[in-house]
């Protein structure tokens, strides 16, 4: 079976030095490993940002598609072959801005399939601009005033829009991580996972030390139910946070919010789907009747 | 003021935009038309204005859509890829008849492309931005001050006309300095009656709408809005001639490519070849009177375009057959270089020499 050095391709990647991309890489590329899985049982998809330049740096089948619209992309894939694994990666503009529709109807279909959230909070590759994920009143090159809207919730969204895993992870966390994309892997149903990676060229406020001072994880909180909606709803409201919060002001939960064990699937809504598209073109047919008749 | 300042285009565009009286600015991000957004960010607010980075170029149009529709002079900016998700609003504001200014800073496509130079877009400004008949004015600056002066007049025409008006740029142009005098800031804007502003009962109900399900009213709509293009085509065409007088051979080329082939021009004219550029400044209308004018003289015409051959389909239908038309054109962000378009136009003339054989 592949291993890490199998599914990382030789390109050095174009990453900035201590972009938390590297991270949220080497967490995907070692659970690739482990999970056993060859290169033909999962397709890995990337929307436009410099998470999407990861497209160049892993050795799979991989599509990169149009800015904001990886997850169609993905669904379009994931339709054709129920056995396939879809993962999909995402910025945050990306995801949750000019994709933000995609993001609500992925969850509400409940595609199977698992969506990684590069959650830098800044448009990082257009050089810094507000993201829909930036703190209100961050400065940025688009809100010299600093950003007026409240940021994007997206584990709140995804927990009130029904989704069926909903995890959150920081890039500055290997081994957390891992645990996360473990999990959304084995996960039947649309899993979402969205990381913190901080992006040290343009966002200057929320580093990796800022959420080292303030992350927690959920698994270590004493009575934490994730399979209590209403209890994952609350504990998502703790995203908003004031820009110059101190660090015991402010804790940020990381880890899995909220999971279904049993999930019905948009797959498993359409029983013609119980095989690969492809294979049903595989299936032998008996010509013989035809031929008789000449 | 006659003061020059130094400015990227980009740049030159935002400011000549407030000054011409814009105070609405809806973008998204992209490269290579950054800088403008970036400069809309810090200035409009000052100018008492809104610049608002929407969730995606649909949103930013739509807002564009609801500014005008409200009777101000609103603007959005974007690169190719971001020009085509705005085609469905420019094709609803052209039906709605609302003026507004749309900057495209071209980059190489189709898809993603790439973020170099480009002009690939020609097409989809001048025949296809959206669905439905209907035509955008274009204009094509080819330098830093005409960005400036370009945009300026843009808000004019989308005003006096009722219609969207496109400024088809680059990344080059977009990207570079150059010194530009910025026109005196606009203190009276045309009144906008028909606009959506509330009307206390003191005067009909104003619609803005481009929903017509009779036909019969639908194609009256189309046929009005053809009258006015045909009034445009009267008075706004507009080209640059260089050296077009005694030229056998005329380029024609517009925007970035018109000042590479404007320097082919005059080396080709350093070793006797007599060679002329038309620069089209309306890319529509199409300059067809000054194209059908040089085509009456010249024995040939090249167009230069960097794209793969687009503009060219609009020279031949002016020249209608009366001379050759040659294209020469690099494609995907490569400009070509003055020495490539000489070489281009030493062809043309060595085959006119050699025309009896
Ligand atoms: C339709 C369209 N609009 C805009 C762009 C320009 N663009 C490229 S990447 C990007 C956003 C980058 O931000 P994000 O999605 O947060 O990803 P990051 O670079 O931070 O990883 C944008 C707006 C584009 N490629 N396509
Ligand atoms: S700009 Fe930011 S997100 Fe992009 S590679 Fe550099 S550090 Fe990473």
Redesign the pocket.
């Known amino acids: 079976m592949p291993k890490v050095a199998d599914i990382q391709r030789a390109l050095e990647p174009t990453w900035c030095p201590g972009c938390g991309n590297y991270n949220m890489q080497k967490a995907l590329l070692e659970v690739l490993e482990e999970s056993g899985m060859d290169f033909e049982d999962y397709a890995m998809v990337w929307?436009?940002?410099?998470?999407g330049n990861g497209a160049d740096f892993y050795r799979a089948q991989g599509f990169h598609g149009?800015?904001g619209r990886a997850l169609p992309l993905a669904t379009g894939i994931a339709l054709t072959n129920p056995d396939l694994k879809v993962i999909v990666n995402m910025?945050?503009?990306?995801g949750y801005g000019?994709g933000g529709n995609h993001f609500i109807h992925s969850v509400r279909r409940n595609i199977d399939m698992v969506a990684i959230y590069?959650n830098?909070q800044?448009?990082?590759?257009?050089t810094g601009q507000a993201?829909p994920t930036s703190d209100q009143f961050m400065q940025t090159p688009s809100t010299p005033g600093g950003v007026v809207e409240e940021p994007v919730n997206p584990v709140g969204v995804a927990v009130a829009q029904g989704a069926t895993f909903v995890a959150r992870g920081f890039a500055g966390d290997v081994e957390h991580l891992k645990s996360l994309y473990r999990q959304a892997l084995d996960h039947h149903g649309f899993s979402l996972v969205d990381v913190y990676q901080p992006?040290v060229t343009w966002n200057k406020v929320n580093t990796f030390k800022w959420f080292r001072d303030r992350v927690y994880k959920l698994e270590e909180l004493d009575g934490y139910d994730p399979t209590n909606r209403t209890m994952a709803f609350e504990k998502s409201m703790s995203t908003f946070h004031e820009l110059t919060c101190a660090p015991d002001e402010c804790k940020i939960p990381i880890g899995v919010f909220y999971r279904e064990a049993e999930s019905f699937t948009y797959q498993d809504g359409l029983p013609q789907l119980d095989r690969p598209m492809w294979k049903h073109a595989e299936a032998p047919r008996d010509i013989s009747k035809i031929l008789e008749a000449y | 003021m006659t003061e020059k300042v130094l400015m990227k285009g980009n740049e030159a565009l935002a400011e000549a935009a407030i000054r011409a009286g814009c105070r609405f600015f809806f973008g998204?991000?992209?490269?290579p038309q950054t800088e403008l957004a970036a400069y809309m960010a810090k200035r409009m607010g000052k100018a008492g204005g809104v610049y608002l980075q929407a969730e995606s170029?649909i949103a930013a149009i739509n807002m564009v859509y609801g500014a005008s529709a409200a009777g101000k002079r609103a603007m959005t900016s974007s690169s190719s890829?971001?020009i085509s998700?705005k085609g469905e609003g420019i094709s609803y504001m052209a039906g709605a008849d609302l003026p507004g200014v749309i900057i495209n800073v071209q980059r190489g496509g189709p898809g993603?492309g790439g973020i170099q130079p480009s002009q690939s877009d020609y097409f989809q400004a001048t025949r296809a931005t959206g669905h439905g008949d209907f035509h955008l004015i274009v204009l094509a600056p080819s330098t830093v001050q005409e960005m400036t002066d370009y945009v300026f007049r843009a808000f004019d025409l989308a005003d006096e006309y009722r219609m969207p008006v496109m400024i088809l740029a680059d990344g080059m142009l977009g990207q570079m300095m150059e010194p530009v005098v910025l026109p005196e800031p606009k203190t009276e804007l045309p009144e906008k009656p028909w606009a959506v502003t509330g009307h206390r009962g003191e005067r009909p109900h104003n619609v803005v709408n481009s929903l017509y399900l009779k036909p019969e009213e639908l194609e009256d709509t189309n046929i009005e809005r053809f009258e006015r293009y045909e009034r445009i085509k009267a008075a706004e065409q507009r080209a640059e001639e260089y050296l077009v007088d005694d030229a056998d051979i005329v380029v024609v080329a517009f925007g970035a490519s018109s000042r590479i082939a404007r320097s082919a021009v005059n080396k080709a004219r350093e070793k006797g070849i007599k060679v002329g550029l038309i620069r089209p400044i309306t890319l529509w209308p199409f300059p067809v009177n000054a194209i059908g004018a040089a085509a009456d003289r010249a024995k040939a015409i090249l167009t230069v375009e960097m794209n793969m051959g687009q503009m060219v389909e609009d020279v031949r239908l002016a020249v209608c057959g009366r001379v050759p038309v040659e294209f020469f054109g690099r494609a995907g962000g490569i400009i070509p270089t003055p020495v490539e378009t000489l070489a281009a136009i030493e062809r043309i003339a060595a085959s006119l020499e050699g025309g009896a054989r």
């Open positions: 929307g436009i940002g410099c998470h149009l800015h910025g945050d503009g990306d000019i590069h830098n800044i448009y990082g590759l257009t993201s992006c | 998204y991000p992209i490269t170029e890829p971001g998700l993603l």
